[in-house]
């Protein structure tokens, strides 16, 4: 028995392409060029799921550094509320007034509030102590400032002039 024979002929001629090869050639590049736009915006709507789920999961992680700062400008936010609470324009008002019905012979050198007990600290000057002490009853007449006292009071005596410094409290009152 003898082998079947082969027969290779590489120089043989091509058939030419068919239409309905021509077809099947254009729709299969169709469809992988459809195929490959379709992954292209599905990847890209993938990477965005991904920034989003990553933004939420940052915007939810808790940062025990931040959360003190944000508590430490809370309260910085309440002492400011309360300085604006204080009412400046009528208190120095009622403090100017008393000095002028004092012939402008006190001088006030510091005005400082404790806002969290409503008092007021005032330092000033005078040329004696009946003039400081008439200041005070002023005060105490007065509708806005509540228990104003003289705390101390002492000479200068190294001054020529021998001034009286005096420290003085009042409560202020709520305006309504």
Known sequence: MSAPRISVDFVARRRPLSVGGTLLLLLGVAAATATYLEYRQVEARRAGLELRLQEVSHRNQRDPAQERRAAALGVEAGHI???LGT????LLAELEA?????ADKIALLSVEPDHAKHNLRITGESRDLPLVLAYVQRLQASTLLRYPMLESHEVKADDPQRPVRFA???EWRELP
């Not at 008393?98 to 004092?102: L, Q």
């Open 98 to 102: 008393a000095s002028r019905d004092s």
């Open 81 to 83: 509320a309360a300085e």
């Open 87 to 90: 009412p400046w324009t009528s």
């Open 168 to 170: 003085m409290t009042a």
